[in-house]
Nanobody
Framework: QVQLVESGGGLVQPGGSLRLSCAAS????????MGWYRQAPGKQRELVAG???????NYADSVNGRFTIFRENAKNTLYLKMNSLKPAETALYYC?????????WGQGTQVTVSS
């Protein structure tokens, strides 16, 4: 079992920045990859960025160059640094962890981009 707790969301003006955190606990040694997803009201959940256990990253085209996913292994924490945020990126942001046997999700953290 893997437990994930996100934090760092909030209200930010268009063009602003936020850093999301995802603290992992439990069987973290079994994690093969982690990622950030988001879901806006009335829309499907979509992948924002992912990182493998080997450090390979991938990004949605819409965020490439503005968002950075990285992890701090000593703290068992995954981060998402988001720059130049847009109102359309208002959503509930989720962290996930993929193991051989299961996919785990956090409870989400709300990001609202508005003036």
């Amino acid at each position: 079992q893997v437990q994930l707790v996100e934090s760092g969301g909030g209200l930010v003006q268009p063009g602003g920045s936020l850093r999301l955190s995802c603290a992992a606990s439990g069987s973290i040694f079994s994690i093969d990859a982690m990622g950030w997803y988001r879901q806006a009201p009335g829309k499907q959940r979509e992948l924002v960025a992912g990182i493998t256990s080997g450090g390979i990253t991938n990004y949605a085209d819409s965020v490439n160059g503005r968002f950075t996913i990285f992890r701090e292994n000593a703290k068992n924490t995954l981060y998402l640094k988001m720059n130049s945020l847009k109102p359309a990126e208002t959503a509930l942001y989720y962290c996930n962890a993929v193991t051989r046997d299961a996919i785990y999700w956090g409870q989400g953290t709300q990001v609202t981009v508005s003036s």
